[in-house]
């Protein structure tokens, strides 16, 4: 009774008590891990509560889908993730990587990591290509208490290619990446969570010119959500990110107000719909990325997903969005964000990611994805209002040991 009312560490006293006079009572035994699993205990000592049951109960299936469950906090996980991304400017970029993540006690996660891709767009008659290859490390904490901190830190070594008519020009450089998150409740229902984030800004605008000039992001960001009822949740982020003027001389450093919003319903356990809104800009035109006045998008947001059968699920995501693009006014337009009068346009865009999951046995796990999205607005190429397509796949393979 204690343990449905969710006292759970009187429920966990109770049960210790029964054991110590019975240590084979393997309700009492079944009952520990749960309240163990509930109050988000040592993961170690949740799988070891686990087996202790299955040592006197060997078919006992509480245990069984306990042990299940638990399994991917204690193993040490191999996972292979490929990303590619195109788009309607000429963008190609893939990106591949290797992680082993080894648990520790206390909830407690390291991750060393290496990544490899390719990137290439031809712009004007111009062949850009960059190879990527660096390593680093993940370190992930998560506290009972609803404390969490992740650190990751990384270098990528870039292999440049330019091709402009006959004449071909490599160069090199290396940057530094970085990244920290961290979360708590300030309630007992909300979540609070700050991240601050180090990186090549070509993820962020979607051209492979920021990247050959050396553009770099800086971001940082506040983020809450609670739920408001057993079916409405609520969630919002707001923040900032800067790049740097690169290497280009035509070049500004830039800056980008950024906050999104969701209000999501979920009138089934499989699915969820809501809400959504995004709005952002740029202080600055760029020559080489798009970097509208403002950028905002309302519309409706959906997920759902499903067990098709008992290791296999599929599910999906996706947004449709009304939205607003707004242009740098200037004397002399300078890219392609910028005109005489300062326009805006509305937009209709909308986004859809389906998804298979599939656990193959011997602790295997493939997860394929597609991404497609298309919409009037984003382009890098073309004034906004202009057709802009993306799409992409992804692929992970994770073998937990």
Not at 40 to 59: G, T
Not at 93 to 120: A, I, L
Not at 272 to 301: C, D, E, K, W
Not at 358 to 378: A, D, L, V
Request: net charge neutral.
């Amino acid at each position: 009774m204690e343990s449905w009312a969710g006292k759970f560490a009187s429920a966990e006293n109770e049960y210790r008590t029964i054991l110590a006079q019975n240590p084979h009572e393997v309700d009492a035994l079944v009952g520990l891990a749960q309240v163990l699993d509930y109050q988000q205990k040592d993961p170690f000592e949740v799988r070891d509560s686990y087996l202790n049951v299955i040592r006197n109960d060997p078919r006992n299936a509480t245990a069984e889908k306990g042990l299940e469950k638990v399994h991917p906090l204690v193993a040490p996980i191999l996972t292979y993730d490929q990303n590619a991304f195109s788009d309607s400017d000429g963008v190609f970029r893939t990106v591949n990587s290797v992680e082993m993540t080894f648990p520790f006690h206390r909830r407690v996660r390291f991750t060393p990591f290496y990544n490899f891709g390719y990137f290439h767009q031809d712009v004007a008659h111009i062949g850009l290509e960059s190879f990527g290859n660096g390593a680093g490390g993940r370190i992930e904490v998560a506290g009972s208490n609803g404390v969490t901190f992740l650190g990751e830190l990384s270098g990528v070594n870039w292999s440049e290619n330019e091709k402009i008519g006959a004449t071909f020009l490599h160069t090199n450089r290396t940057s530094l990446n970085a990244r920290i998150e961290t979360s708590f409740r300030p309630d007992r229902r909300g979540t609070m969570g700050f991240s601050y984030l180090h990186k090549d800004a070509v993820y962020d605008l979607t051209t492979i010119q920021t990247l050959a000039a050396g553009i770099m992001e800086d971001s940082a960001f506040i983020s809450y959500q609670r739920p408001i009822s057993e079916r409405v949740r609520f969630w919002t982020t707001a923040g900032v990110s800067h790049y740097t003027s690169g290497t280009l001389p035509s070049q500004f450093s830039n800056t980008q107000p950024r906050l999104s919003a969701r209000l999501d319903y979920q009138p089934r356990s499989w699915i969820t719909v809501g809400y959504s809104m995004r709005a952002s800009g740029f202080t600055n035109a760029s020559p080489i990325y798009f970097s509208p006045t403002l950028y905002q998008t309302h519309g409706l947001a959906y997920s759902f997903s499903k067990s098709v059968t008992r290791n296999l699920f599929v599910s999906a995501d996706g947004e449709f969005d009304y939205g607003r693009v707004g242009t740098h006014r200037m004397a002399v337009p300078i890219g392609f964000s910028s005109t005489l009068t300062g326009a805006s346009v509305n937009t209709v865009e909308f986004g859809f990611v389906p998804r298979l999951k599939w656990r193959m046995g011997h602790g295997f796990t493939m997860q394929m994805g597609y991404r497609f999205s298309q919409g009037r607005g984003g382009s890098t190429l073309n004034l906004p209002g202009t057709l802009y397509r993306t799409e992409g796949g992804e692929f992970s393979l994770i073998k937990a040991f």
